[in-house]
Structure formats: structure tokens, C-alpha cells
Nanobody, 122 residues
Framework: QVQLVESGGGLVQPGGSLRLSCAAS????????MGWYRQAPGKERELVAT???????NYTDSVKGRFTIFRDNASHRVYLQMNSLKPEDTAVYYC????????????????WGQGTLVTVSS
């Protein structure tokens, strides 16, 4: 199966930038949609951005114009470039992937990373 490992989180001041990285490893028939979700304390996990295998992106309204999701299929990585960060962006960010299993019968597994903490504070 596929494992996802996030990196790049940390402490940043309001208005600053961070780039999150998610590396996929393991075996699969294909990795389809990927995305980033986040969960702030006391709140439900929410979608941040998604990207298809061909590069079509989608963003939640609160991050449009500030965040960019992109992927490198050759290295099996997906990234989230976060600019103009706000305190309300503080959350644990999780990488997600829809993975078509190598084994038959094929199924679409939902795979999550362990999360990386982003703290936006002065």
C-alpha cells in the first residue's frame, strides 16, 4: 500500500509563507486525486485544496489567492504553498490521496498522512 509523510510545518508570523510537502511511497496501481486538509483545535477537519492526477485544482474559499497546490507525479509528491498566512490558518495539515490498489479486485483506498502542525502567530 501507499504511505504519506508530510513535512514543512512550523511556526510562522502572520503574513509569512510556508511550503508543505507530502511524499508518497509504497505500491499502488495509481494515485488519483490528492489533497490537503486541516484541523484546528475544537473544529472539524476541513478541505483546503485538491488536485487531480492531471493537475486540475480546487480550493476552499478562505485560501483562494493565497495557497497553491501542485504535484510532481515523477517524484510522487504533492505540495501546498501557503502565502499571506493568517492566524486562522493555524491547524494540523494532513495530506490525503485516493489510491487505486495494485491488487485485484481494485479498490480506491483513502490514505492519510500523519499531519504536520502549522502555527501562525507573532
Amino acid at each position: 500500500q501507499v504511505q504519506l509523510v508530510e513535512s514543512g510545518g512550523g511556526l510562522v508570523q502572520p503574513g509569512g509563507s510556508l511550503r508543505l510537502s507530502c511524499a508518497a511511497s509504497g505500491t499502488a496501481f495509481s494515485i488519483n486525486d490528492m489533497g490537503w486538509y486541516r484541523q484546528a483545535p475544537g473544529k472539524e477537519r476541513e478541505l483546503v485544496a485538491t488536485i487531480t492526477s492531471s493537475g486540475t485544482t480546487n480550493y476552499t474559499d478562505s485560501v483562494k489567492g493565497r495557497f497553491t497546490i501542485f504535484r510532481d507525479n515523477a517524484s510522487h509528491r504533492v505540495y501546498l504553498q501557503m502565502n499571506s498566512l493568517k492566524p486562522e490558518d493555524t491547524a494540523v495539515y494532513y495530506c490525503h490521496a485516493d489510491v487505486l490498489t495494485l491488487r485485484l479486485p481494485r479498490r480506491l483506498d483513502k490514505v492519510w498522512g500523519q499531519g504536520t502542525l502549522v502555527t501562525v502567530s507573532s
